[in-house]
């Protein structure tokens, strides 16, 4: 079996995979980019705890920064009056754990306190409150995220601000990838994990394929990178596009 096809027959399986706990939420994603950029797997391995196994595509890391909105998000079956909505800026690699893939998450800034701290709390994820603004029209998306910058203690520190500041669009039709392709590896993973003492947290999604299109990004501001410790790149990301996405999330359960 050649290594291609031998990708994409463990991508299906990892699909099926899939744990069968609960998934007790329901959200829909709106007006998201994948920015991808490939990294020295050498320069990031030190900051992916040692129980997970950071992930390469020929030869390269991969470190996504995801900005998206979340809708409609609460538990599953709840009216409209106890459900939420809120931008979201995640920054995250690729990873497995016990041969089974996921994402590992540096960092996720959500433009919510109360949501930052409960989603802090249960899943352990490394959850950041940010004033997040979002605009979109006809023609494009504006997302823009910062965390810091506030005076803080008696001897007045200021942390120093974390930014992302990007526009982006759609420049074609909807696709969905294809198992054994870059596109497919990037977006298709499922899980999280979330190592601690002695233990790793996961949680789970499930939707349908992604319906991604080509896209066009202009990034102002990305101190992201920096601001995880993490290699800044010196190439332009793999940039593509989702406007809507209907999912679920799990309980999320110790391994």
Same mark, same amino acid.
């Given at each position: 079996?050649?290594?291609?096809?031998?990708? @994409?027959?463990?991508?299906?399986?990892?699909?099926? $995979?899939?744990?069968?706990?609960?998934?007790?939420?329901?959200?829909t994603w709106r007006?998201?980019?994948?920015?991808?950029?490939?990294?020295d797997p050498d320069a990031v391995r030190p900051h992916v705890p040692g129980r997970l196994t950071l992930e390469t595509r020929d030869g390269r890391a991969w470190i996504g920064v995801v900005p998206f909105v979340l809708t409609n998000a609460g538990i599953r079956g709840s009216p409209s009056a106890f459900r939420a909505a809120f931008p979201e800026l995640n920054v995250r690699t690729y990873v497995r754990y016990r041969g089974d893939p996921g994402l590992f998450f540096f960092s996720v800034d959500v433009a919510s306190p109360l949501i930052a701290s409960l989603v802090g709390r249960s899943t352990r994820l490394p959850v950041h409150s940010a004033r997040i603004?979002?605009?979109?029209?006809?023609t494009q998306v504006a997302f823009s995220s910062t965390r810091g910058g506030n005076v803080r203690?008696?001897?007045?520190?200021?942390?120093?601000?974390?930014?992302?500041s990007a526009t982006y669009r759609p420049t074609g039709g909807v696709f969905r990838p294809e198992p054994g392709t870059l596109e497919y590896w990037l977006t298709e993973r499922r899980r999280f994990? $979330?190592?601690?003492?002695?233990?790793?947290?996961?949680?789970?999604?499930?939707?349908?394929?992604?319906?991604? @299109?080509?896209?066009d990004a202009t990034i102002y501001e990305n101190t992201m990178f920096e601001a995880n410790g993490l290699p800044v790149p010196a190439d332009e990301p793999i940039v593509h596009y989702c406007d809507e996405l209907a999912m679920t999330g799990s309980i999320p359960r110790w391994l």
């Amino acid at each position: 079996m050649t290594e291609q096809r031998t990708d @994409q027959f463990r991508e299906r399986m990892d699909e099926r $995979a899939l744990s069968r706990t609960p998934h007790v939420a329901s959200m829909t994603w709106r007006h998201g980019l994948f920015a991808h950029w490939p990294v020295d797997p050498d320069a990031v391995r030190p900051h992916v705890p040692g129980r997970l196994t950071l992930e390469t595509r020929d030869g390269r890391a991969w470190i996504g920064v995801v900005p998206f909105v979340l809708t409609n998000a609460g538990i599953r079956g709840s009216p409209s009056a106890f459900r939420a909505a809120f931008p979201e800026l995640n920054v995250r690699t690729y990873v497995r754990y016990r041969g089974d893939p996921g994402l590992f998450f540096f960092s996720v800034d959500v433009a919510s306190p109360l949501i930052a701290s409960l989603v802090g709390r249960s899943t352990r994820l490394p959850v950041h409150s940010a004033r997040i603004r979002v605009g979109s029209d006809e023609t494009q998306v504006a997302f823009s995220s910062t965390r810091g910058g506030n005076v803080r203690g008696a001897g007045g520190h200021v942390d120093a601000p974390v930014r992302f500041s990007a526009t982006y669009r759609p420049t074609g039709g909807v696709f969905r990838p294809e198992p054994g392709t870059l596109e497919y590896w990037l977006t298709e993973r499922r899980r999280f994990y $979330a190592p601690g003492d002695g233990t790793v947290l996961t949680g789970e999604i499930a939707h349908d394929p992604w319906p991604l @299109q080509p896209a066009d990004a202009t990034i102002y501001e990305n101190t992201m990178f920096e601001a995880n410790g993490l290699p800044v790149p010196a190439d332009e990301p793999i940039v593509h596009y989702c406007d809507e996405l209907a999912m679920t999330g799990s309980i999320p359960r110790w391994l």
